[in-house]
């Protein structure tokens, strides 16, 4: 693995563009000699494979994931997964579906905790509508 690798260069593009230049920024300056390996294998693998293929959008990988991290439990990366649909196309609407799925898929329990988690970060990023808040 190689900052220097089309794939590398392909999946921090694919990164940038999912999760904002803040979130990668701030994560690069993190990033430790103990972690600088596993944070190139994600860049190349996740980002650079994985959502750069073309045959489902980022709205639909976004969706995909976050049902999946719900499922598991991964709140965080709920959490930032919900923020990132802002610039993958995912609706508020669309992660309700997401997370309605969950719900049989994988739980009650876990999706009522990814449904708060996902409130709290549409709310805080101005994405839910005031009725929708009860405001």
């Given at each position: ?86 610039n993958t196309g995912a609706s508020p609407e669309d992660i309700k579906e ?38």
């Amino acid at each position: 693995m190689s900052e220097e690798s089309p794939k590398y260069a392909r999946g921090m593009a694919t990164r940038r563009s999912v999760l904002g230049d803040a979130h990668v920024d701030a994560t690069i300056a993190r990033r430790t000699e103990f972690d600088a390996d596993f944070q190139a294998f994600i860049t190349e693998t996740a980002w650079g494979d994985l959502w750069s293929r073309p045959a489902i959008s980022r709205r639909e990988r976004s969706m995909l994931t976050i049902a999946l991290l719900a499922a598991l439990g991964h709140d965080e990366e709920v959490a930032m997964h919900v923020r990132a649909t802002a610039n993958t196309g995912a609706s508020p609407e669309d992660i309700k579906e997401a997370l309605m799925h969950v719900a049989v898929y994988a739980g009650v329990p876990a999706a009522n905790r990814a449904f708060r988690i996902a409130r709290e970060e549409l709310a805080r990023t101005g994405r839910l509508l005031k009725e929708e808040t009860g405001a």
